[in-house]
């Protein structure tokens, strides 16, 4: 299953901005197709065949995993009226977890049955797009009901053309989101953390796809926690509700078929709204992150892409001070044949969470995956992942495996 380990005792982290490793194997059923995840698994050898389809007659798209096409190989669900295109969906997740509070001793496990149900809506008026989707998700504990909870969405996106290969872009959400308690959180409520997020983003897409492409939008981001209630009584989370605002401006310059290199970058402000949280610390902040980065693809059988750069935050509290740090992200695929793929993910960078005396963590994490296509109908996933991260401004190192 999964092990977290630790070298010393980490101080709190937040739930909004901490990267959570939940220890369950999950088996999911949806409208979509049908994926079995397992720890390690032998994969029959299998000649791809063209078929027919709901969709069509099935083909190979260079550069698309095999979770892509077993989508596209589904009729899409949904209907056409007027200029309105209306896509329902209903998901049934199943998760065996062998230790939902993330304890090093005394782990409690628990079956976890999650439905959700989405909604999406597309009207199209000649060059325009505007766009609606939402879910709402019920997490049900089979033999800890006090852990139960919900989480939804509502999302809207508008795409105008203003004129040739010029797009204006925007969108807004409504997050109502929770965190379980599968990673420490610092908030030791008898519930799991739930918290409201209101999103709001305005840009402008210049160029066109398959030469040079320019991105830029403006985003700010709300985030409020509710009232949570502990052994001792009352939680105070009013420390944590703040305001995000970032900008981000990327270029990209593709040569043929997946062949690119890109610029990135992303200047950021992050204002709470109290000056000192409960202990005592100004978590205020300002920075800047910019990344260049390239992707290599070897006729579709091997596709390599490497991202670098630097990342540079400025606290307001003298003892946070200013934290630099350099960021790598390395990934790649191998298709050895067209019904089997391997995947793996590096990424070194630095996060901001709520640790208690620390503004965050430097994040060290190798994903592996395997997916292999067994049937015209049945994908195969195996996936494990290995992170450290090191808080930077005091001696912590949090270790997680899955």
């Known amino acids: 299953m999964a092990a977290i380990s630790q070298t010393t005792s980490p101080p709190a982290r937040d739930p909004a901005n901490s990267c959570r490793h939940p220890t369950a194997v999950f088996v999911t059923l949806s409208l979509l197709g049908v994926a079995i995840c397992g720890l390690t ?9 063209r078929g027919t389809y709901e969709s069509g007659l099935d083909t190979v798209v260079r550069g698309e995993t095999l979770e892509g096409r077993l989508e596209r190989r589904q009729l899409p669900i949904g209907a056409h009226l007027g200029a309105f295109w209306i896509r329902p969906e209903l998901q049934l997740d199943e998760a065996l977890d062998n230790n939902i509070f993330a304890t090093q001793s005394g ?23 505007l766009s609606f989707d939402g879910y709402g998700a019920g997490h049900k504990y089979a033999t800890n009901p ?27 959400a409504v997050k109502r989101l929770v965190d379980p308690r599968t990673d420490p959180t610092g908030l030791s409520g008898l519930r ?32 409020v926690y509710d009232s949570l209630i502990g052994r001792l009584g009352p939680i105070d989370t009013t420390d944590r509700n703040r305001t995000e605002v970032s900008a981000e401006g990327n270029f990209a310059h593709r040569f043929f078929d997946q062949q690119r290199v890109y610029v990135k970058i992303r200047p950021d402000t992050r204002m709470y ?67 089997t793929m ?61």
């Open 41 to 49: 698994t032998t994969a029959p050898a299998q000649i791809y065949e």
């Open 107 to 129: 782990s409690r496990a628990d079956a976890i049955t999650t439905l959700a149900g989405r909604f999406a809506a597309d009207y199209a008026f000649g060059s325009n797009r």
């Open 146 to 172: 006090t852990e139960d909870a919900w989480e939804g969405a509502a999302h809207t996106i508008f795409d105008g053309e203003v004129h040739d290969d010029v797009h204006v872009v925007a969108d807004g």
């Open 192 to 223: 799991p953390t739930t918290y409201l997020v209101y999103e709001g983003r305005a840009g402008a897409l210049l160029g066109h796809a398959d030469r040079n492409i320019i991105d830029t939008h403006i985003e700010a981001k709300r985030t």
């Open 273 to 339: 709204d109290r000056r000192f949280d409960d202990n005592g610390f100004q978590r205020s902040s300002s920075g800047i992150r910019a990344n260049v980065g390239g992707t290599l693809d070897l006729n579709s059988i091997i596709v390599l892409n490497l991202e670098s750069g630097y990342q540079f935050q400025n606290y307001d509290d003298p003892r946070f001070g200013s934290i630099g740090e350099p960021d790598i992200t390395l990934s790649g695929s191998w298709w050895p044949t067209q019904l």
């Open 342 to 402: 391997f995947s793996a993910k590096f990424t070194h960078e630095y996060y901001e969470a709520f640790f208690i005396t620390s503004p965050g963590a430097v994040r060290n994490q190798v994903v592996l995956r395997v997916d292999h296509e067994l049937l015209r109908r049945l994908l195969l996933t195996s996936a494990a992942t290995f992170e450290r991260d090191d808080t930077v401004k005091v001696p912590s190192r949090i270790v997680s495996e899955l």
